[in-house]
């Protein structure tokens, strides 16, 4: 008599990680994948990237979730300003088995699409669109693009504690842009970096009020 067989799952807590470090596994079948994600549950230190049976962890640095709380708040108030509608999903989980790919954006926004998920407790890129701007704070190990791309997520931000570099997604490929698609009147990759840096020396509460006034002047000066 046969018996079903299971896919091997390691713990987790096997694993020495750093902080700022990354790992990487290979041969890690989509079934592990989603085992592994099971045993997680929510609201763990670390993030997970899959493509192609290729797994790797990645444990966060303070720094990180300094940047990552920052540029999203950022984001939160452009889209305020603009009086445009969103939906802020963070570090979500997005995966698609027919693709082969999973990721856990630092930060994401539906902005187009905010109606198509409105009020959905959970989303399923068979029917669902996948965020139109996922940011990843890349200030120890660099993000592999091709997750990212493989669900056809639009925008990505990828910042690593100097530069912001922003990929728009076309004809199925990333190409690096000096604008965001989502902000094409705003020099993103020039202003972000900048107000990330006077956080260090003014503090966050004081460089949040001076970037939504910055913002203010500019669609001032726009509408003059």
């Known amino acids: 008599?046969?018996?079903?067989?299971?896919?091997?799952?390691?713990?987790l807590n096997q694993l020495i990680i750093p902080p700022g470090?990354?790992?990487?596994?290979?041969?890690?079948?989509?079934?592990?994948?989603?085992?592994?994600l099971?045993?997680?549950?929510?609201?763990?230190?670390?993030?997970?990237?899959?493509?192609q049976e290729t797994l790797e962890i990645r444990r966060l640095l303070l720094e990180h979730e300094k940047a990552k709380s920052l540029i999203g708040y950022f984001?939160?108030?452009?889209?305020?300003e603009l009086n445009i509608d969103c939906d802020v999903l963070g570090s979500t989980t997005f995966k698609s088995k027919e693709m082969q790919s999973g990721v856990e954006p630092d930060?994401?926004?539906?902005?187009?699409?905010?109606?198509?998920?409105?009020?959905?407790?959970?989303?399923?890129?068979?029917?669902?669109?996948?965020?139109?701007?996922a940011i990843?704070?890349?200030?120890?190990?660099?993000?592999?693009?091709?997750?990212?791309?493989?669900?056809?997520?639009p925008e990505l931000w990828r910042y690593d504690g100097r530069i912001l570099k922003i990929y728009v997604l076309q004809?199925?490929?990333?190409?690096?842009?000096?604008?965001?698609?989502?902000?094409?009147?705003?020099?993103?990759?020039?202003?972000?970096?900048?107000?990330?840096?006077?956080?260090?020396t003014q503090g966050r509460s004081p460089t949040i009020r001076a970037f939504r006034a910055w913002v203010k002047e500019q669609l001032q000066t726009k509408h003059s």
């Open 136 to 153: 990843e704070i890349d200030n120890s190990s660099q993000t592999s693009l091709n997750s990212y791309q493989a669900l056809k997520v």
């Open 21 to 36: 470090n990354k790992i990487k596994l290979q041969n890690v079948s989509w079934e592990m994948y989603e085992a592994i």
């Open 75 to 80: 984001v939160n108030v452009l889209l305020e």
């Open 107 to 133: 930060d994401c926004f539906y902005i187009q699409n905010e109606a198509a998920i409105r009020g959905k407790d959970r989303i399923d890129l068979t029917v669902d669109p996948p965020p139109d701007l």
């Open 171 to 200: 004809d199925g490929k990333y190409l690096q842009s000096d604008t965001s698609p989502s902000f094409p009147d705003f020099p993103i990759i020039h202003v972000i970096p900048e107000y990330v840096d006077r956080s260090n």
């Open 38 to 51: 099971d045993e997680l549950g929510e609201g763990y230190a670390i993030r997970l990237t899959y493509y």
């Open 1 to 11: 008599m046969q018996t079903e067989t299971k896919p091997t799952v390691f713990e």
